[in-house]
Every structure is written in structure tokens, then in C-alpha cells.
Nanobody, 124 residues
């Protein structure tokens, strides 16, 4: 069974930075696009960023573009999300997931393997 495990979340002040990691095991993730999503209390899960296999393309939701950077190290089967200039509205549980399709999508339904999530809290 494939598994994704996120780490790197925590409490940070506004303006600070965090780097999230997502380590895959048990399945091949390197030949799939990978994505990061987040879910704040009382809100739906929303797309944050995605990276294609081979790192040829990246996509971001408008609210994080220019502040967050997604990357991957396929030798380590790991995807990263570098978050800078954090804002209180970035507070959420962050999840990584595998896109099983062949095209970019923001829709969670096209992502099959999900991690358990890591909490990011940004204080004012």
C-alpha cells in the first residue's frame, strides 16, 4: 500500500516561513504529478499548489503565488512546500496527495493517495 506522510508544520508568527515535506513510500510517486491542499476549520479543502512529474510545471492558487514554492526530489520520493511571508489566513491543515490523472487539476477527486495532514498555525 502506498503511503504519504507530511511533516514540517507548526506555529509561526505572521511573516515567518515554514517548509513542509511529504515523503512517499510503498508506491511510485515520482512519475505522477503531486499536489498540496489545505483545509481550514469550517471550510472546504482547497488546492494550494501542484508540480508535474519531472518538475517541468508548477501551479499555484492565486493567494499563495509568489509566497509559496513547490518542489520535489524524486530520488527521495519527497515533495516540498516552502512557505514564506505567512499570513494568519494560511492557517490550516496541509495535505499532500498524488494526482492519478494525466492532466493538471485543482479538483481533489482526481487525487488518490493522501497524507494524514500537518497543522500550520500562523499567529498575527
Amino acid at each position: 500500500q502506498g503511503q504519504l506522510v507530511e511533516s514540517g508544520g507548526g506555529l509561526v508568527q505572521a511573516g515567518g516561513s515554514l517548509r513542509l515535506s511529504c515523503a512517499g513510500s510503498g508506491r511510485t510517486f515520482s512519475t505522477y504529478a503531486m499536489g498540496w491542499f489545505r483545509q481550514a476549520p469550517g471550510k472546504e479543502r482547497e488546492f494550494v499548489a501542484s508540480i508535474t512529474w519531472g518538475s517541468s510545471n508548477t501551479y499555484y492558487t492565486d493567494s499563495v503565488r509568489g509566497r509559496f514554492t513547490i518542489s520535489r526530489d524524486d530520488a527521495k520520493n519527497t515533495v516540498y512546500l516552502q512557505m514564506s511571508s505567512l499570513k494568519p489566513e494560511d492557517t490550516a491543515v496541509y495535505y499532500c496527495a498524488r494526482n492519478y490523472g494525466t492532466t493538471f487539476t485543482r479538483r481533489p477527486e482526481q487525487y488518490d493517495y493522501w497524507g494524514q495532514g500537518t497543522q500550520v498555525t500562523v499567529s498575527p
